[in-house]
């Protein structure tokens, strides 16, 4: 426990930040220790982390295509929630929720948990809100974080799940190392990506994460690879532990 608070620390101020407190809303100061800025390609915003270009956010004006009817079919979310293994306690984060289509899919299975709903936008805390209320889920929590922080309570969370939401991340680094500690002992991250390595997958190549540059990435923040389930269509499901 020891070598991981020692860890911790010092991941935290490698992004920016000189103590183990939780970080503000404001982006670090030194970023450029861990950022590199070069030229924007077309669907990038210039902004580099560990060699891979940060891809602009889909804002809620595409909201529609997150709620698009052939989504189930077309990216087997039946699958990814088999995958998740949820038992009916867990405490899941669903990080970049958007319109809360996987949260509200999530929330029934874990009747006696919660499933806290990050976003950054306030438009998509109100489609969460609205859901909630519509569906009658009492157990679903809209969160709204920041870039460079989700608001998550410490060592409060059995599973954080990034649904094509990590290769958005302004500030990686500083949300990445919040969510860490807001994990239980034993916790896990989920991240589904595009798969990178696939050139047949019809998705821009920014807005896609292979395994190799996720491990290497998760791993600045002290996480490691548990496994990669390869059971979707088009997209890996990344499971992280400390």
């Known amino acids: 426990m020891y070598r991981f608070c020692v860890i911790a620390l010092t991941l935290l101020m490698a992004c920016g930040r000189g103590s183990s407190q939780q970080a503000t809303t404001s982006p670090p100061t030194d970023s450029a220790r861990v950022y590199q800025f070069r030229e924007a390609s077309r669907d990038g915003i210039g902004k580099f982390y560990e060699g891979r270009e940060i891809a ?21 979310t039946d699958l990814l929630l088999n995958a998740l293994d949820l038992k009916p306690t867990d405490v899941v984060a ?34 969460l809100n609205r859901g909630k209320t519509r569906r ?58 595009y798969r990178a390595e696939d050139p047949n997958v019809p998705i821009k190549e920014v807005h896609k994460l292979g395994v190799a540059q996720a491990t290497k990435e998760m791993k600045a923040v002290g996480l490691k690879l548990l496994k990669n389930d390869n059971r979707l269509p088009q997209q890996h499901i990344m499971f992280f532990g400390k």
């Open 94 to 127: 669903d990080i970049g929720a958007g319109t809360g289509f996987f949260t509200f899919l999530m929330a029934p299975k874990v009747p006696n948990g919660k499933v806290l709903a990050v976003d950054i936008q306030p438009e998509m805390i109100e489609y």
């Open 56 to 76: 602009h956010v889909m804002g809620h004006l595409g909201a529609s295509w997150l709620e698009r009817p052939e989504r189930e079919r077309e990216e087997r």
């Open 136 to 193: 009658k889920l009492n157990n679903v929590q809209p969160v709204l974080g920041t870039e460079s922080n989700p608001k998550l309570p410490a060592n409060a969370v059995d599973l954080a799940i990034l649904i094509d939401a990590y290769h958005e991340f302004s500030y990686p680094c500083e949300m990445m190392s919040q969510i860490v500690s807001a994990l239980k002992p034993g916790g896990r991250v989920a991240l589904v990506e």
